[in-house]
């Protein structure tokens, strides 16, 4: 069920008003039962491969709790190489059969193992880094084994960020799943707030520019230069409001039935630098490597600078191969690591502080990491390695063409349009925040802002229900 | 629930009610608005479509994507042949749009010749979702006074139907700067009978090869096709399917031109294939690689009405004689 249906609607709004009339004792009944009715809308058979996972880390978070020393270790290994056994089978396996096929075919063998067919069941990395962050915080000891079979069922499967994030924390969600939550005015009419910014997102900015983009990166060889940089920045300003969107629909529907659920944006665009971008991009993933996957690591490198910058590029090498089982994300991951060491020993060496004033700093840093994480995009988007190196060629050496404006042309002023909404509003969420439209204390200018965006929706807004680009993960 | 929360929960119901009843005026206000500028637009795809389905009354109907709107002169047509001619192309469109337009027009007016310009993927580049989409764009602001239409729109795109109904302004999604940027835009513009000359050329670097990855063609598509061709047989309108200059590597064939090809045979209907015609494959007559600039536009409509004449003359002098046949 996609949050852009009016199948989601329907129930959305069935299940928030059972989940306010229901006793608390029932509500967590009710949240499962409909996360799975939630899933099953997809493809039903997968439900298995989250019950296996759910049951897996369930015991496993029991086991390691009452064990003490290797046993304890060796509980948790158990649970992560089954987390990982499964997302490597449905997710990697055909690409490195793929791989070894390629690389046999090279000494003229022929690779005896043919490729699974099968689809790939929804926000499998989403689930699986999910459940791994329980018992790896079960481990730590910062958090309890819950005993409670559906408790800890509803943590892994809570239907708004069940197939596309945020990768929540253990100790973070489930402790709200015990508290009584009341109706309250305020929390629901700021959770619909935030909902209607993500279908804002999601159906004006995201679902317009994949027009252009698909367009643009269906057909690489017919493109000039000109047209492939601006695909390339569009597809930047697509894909981060087409997760960015989804993540504020799913953190909506939550806070309005009261479990709060952690930020996943914030303004990525204006941060001033690459690792600033970072630091405000798919937080609940790139905090998931930082805690469980960096930091053991760089705990062992204790300040050897080297180790730890070589580490910073596995773990966007990591983070472009969670994404996917495509060179492209690799390579994707690979470029973005880099860059953000680049820039890191810049500013150590160079120290542009002392040479620039900051305004000049944010400005410049601003626009750098905005062209180059756009540029590393190119890789994220393009279908083949084969393309992505042709559109980079494009680019850089301007080849000749004109500039596509979509077909009519007139649509590219739509594409202009929405991305410069995007920016005026980011912009003043980020500098003036004391400025508000729907947040206004004003009713009449309040009102105005939810009549403009409803409006805007529905004038230009895509209806075609795309699924989110970030479900295919 | 409380008596507090029962409270709380009258106060978002009273609020939501508020601006439901807001959009609703909204919605009206601004979909009336809407609809005027839609009715009186200029020059420009609205224009076209409405004159195609609303009154046309011209001998010779011309039918294609943009390939069509900017390659196909209807003056050039009219002074060769004495008969009057109108473009009725449509940028991002396929046939599934061409063949509601037709039978749409047939309900009011038959013409005696119809032009079909076709690509190598005409069959193969649009998903059906997308050509309907294309179509609904279209048809949807005409659903409310159009009960034709509205039959087409029930049995192609219900759901897009069911929101237009709800929402006046959703009729016109996307066509909000058309409307506006196309009316300052085509003000002072020639009334061109639906042709858009692209001035000027923009073709740089080396020739591109043709690609078509789809290994079949759109059933959807392929059906409509044949319907277009049933229905001009049906109503003894003179069909010409052509496939205008084109300036990519050359190609024999392609999975859609095959296709169209046998439907064709199969209907006795003659398909003129100028895509690499010698006389026009240069850089000079094309504003890019897919389409014809005013020069090529012209130099092209003049060899194909010369050959249009040559045919009619051959097989059915009469149609040059009559007068033009309206329902």
């Known amino acids: ?473 | 629930m409380t008596k507090e929360e029962v409270k709380q929960v009258g106060r978002l119901f009273k609020k939501l009610f508020i601006l439901l009843v807001l959009l609703f005026v909204f919605d009206r206000i601004i979909g009336t608005l809407l609809e005027n500028a839609y009715k009186n637009a200029p020059q420009g795809d609205i224009k076209t479509f409405a004159h195609s389905i609303t009154d046309p009354t011209e001998d010779i109907f011309i039918y294609g994507s943009s390939r069509a709107v900017h390659g196909y002169d209807p003056e050039i047509f009219t002074d060769s042949l004495g008969l009057s001619c109108f473009n009725s192309g449509r940028e991002n469109s396929n046939i599934l749009y061409h063949s509601s337009i037709l039978k749409e027009m047939l309900k009011k007016h038959t013409p005696k010749i119809i032009v079909l310009d076709v690509s190598a993927k005409e069959l193969t580049w649009r998903s059906a979702e997308n050509s309907k989409a294309v179509l609904a764009s279209m048809i949807l602001p005409y659903v409310s006074r159009d009960t034709s239409f509205k039959n087409i729109a029930r049995q192609l795109f219900p759901d897009e139907l069911r929101k237009a109904e709800v929402s006046k302004i959703y009729a016109y999604n996307s066509l909000v700067l058309s409307l506006a940027i196309g009316k300052r835009k085509m003000k002072h513009t020639k009334n061109l009978h639906g042709y858009v000359p692209l001035h000027g050329n923009k073709v740089r670097g080396k020739i591109p090869a043709f690609t078509d990855d789809n290994d079949k063609t759109d059933p959807l598509a392929t059906q409509e096709f044949e319907d277009f061709v049933k229905e001009t047989k049906a109503n003894n309108i003179l069909l010409y399917v052509i496939q205008s200059p084109i300036l990519v590597k050359h190609f024999n064939t392609s999975i859609s031109l095959d296709t169209i090809r046998s439907i064709l045979t199969k209907y006795n209907e003659p398909f003129w294939d100028y895509a690499f015609d010698t006389a026009f494959y240069k850089k000079e007559y094309f504003y890019d690689n897919l389409h014809l600039n005013t020069t090529g536009a012209t130099l092209f409509s003049e060899k194909l009405v010369s050959d249009i004449k040559a045919d009619i003359e051959k097989n059915e002098p009469q149609l040059l004689n009559h007068p033009q046949s309206s329902k």
């Open chain 1, 1 to 473: 069920m996609l949050f852009n249906s009016l199948e989601f609607v329907g129930f959305f709004i069935i299940v928030t008003s059972l989940y306010f009339v229901l006793p608390h004792k029932f509500r967590w009944l009710l949240l499962l039962l409909s996360s799975c009715y939630f899933y099953m809308d997809f493809i039903p058979i997968y439900i298995l491969v989250l019950a296996f996972t759910i049951v897996i880390d369930y015991f496993a978070g029991i086991l390691i709790e009452r064990s003490a020393g290797a046993k304890r270790k060796w509980f948790l290994r158990m649970s992560i190489v089954a987390n990982i056994g499964i997302l490597g089978f449905f997710k990697y396996f055909n690409f490195f059969n793929d791989n070894i096929s390629f690389a046999l075919k090279m000494f003229d063998f022929t690779n005896p193992v043919t490729d699974l067919s099968f689809i790939l069941p929804i926000g499998l990395s989403f689930h699986t880094f999910q459940a791994m962050s329980y018992t790896i915080e079960v481990y730590r000891g910062n958090q309890k084994a819950e005993r409670k079979f559906g408790i800890y069922a509803l943590y892994v499967m809570f239907y708004p960020q069940l197939v596309a994030g945020p990768i929540e924390r253990p100790q973070n969600v489930i402790h709200q799943f015990y508290e009584p939550k009341k109706f309250e005015y305020n929390r629901v009419v700021a959770g619909l707030k935030i909902v209607l910014w993500g279908f804002f997102k999601k159906l004006v900015i995201a679902d317009r520019l994949s027009i252009y983009v698909n367009a643009v990166y269906n057909n690489p060889y017919h493109h000039s230069g000109e047209t492939l940089i601006v695909a390339t920045f569009f597809f930047w300003f697509q894909i981060y409001c087409d997760f960015s969107g989804y993540s504020d629909i799913a953190i909506g529907t939550a806070k309005i039935m009261g479990i709060e659920l952690m930020e996943n944006f914030r303004r990525p665009m204006l941060a001033g630098s690459i690792q600033g971008i970072w630091n405000r991009w798919h937080l609940s993933l790139y905090t998931w490597f930082k805690d469980y996957v960096y930091q053991p690591l760089a705990m062992k490198a204790r300040r050897n600078r080297t180790k730890l910058l070589s580490y910073v590029v596995l773990i966007f090498l990591l983070s472009g191969f969670w994404h996917g089982a495509n060179w492209t994300y690799i390579i994707w991951g690979g470029f973005s690591g880099l860059s953000l060491v680049a820039e890191r020993i810049y500013r150590d060496k160079v120290k542009p502080q002392k040479y620039i004033s900051k305004l000049w700093m944010k400005i410049l840093g601003t626009i750098i990491a905005f062209s180059v994480t756009g540029i590393s995009c190119l890789f994220f988007r393009a279908n083949s390695v084969k393309d992505a190196l042709h559109i980079c060629k494009s680019i850089f050496t301007m080849k000749h063409g004109a500039l596509f404006k979509g077909s009519p042309p007139i649509n590219f002023y739509y594409y202009i349009l929405v991305a410069v909404m995007l920016v005026s509003v980011e912009l003043f969420q980020e500098y003036l925040p004391q400025v508000k439209l729907i947040g206004n204390k004003n009713v009449v200018i309040r009102y105005t802002g939810y009549v403009l965006i409803l409006m805007v929706i529905l004038m230009i807004g895509i209806f075609n229900g795309s699924q989110f680009i970030y479900f295919q993960f």
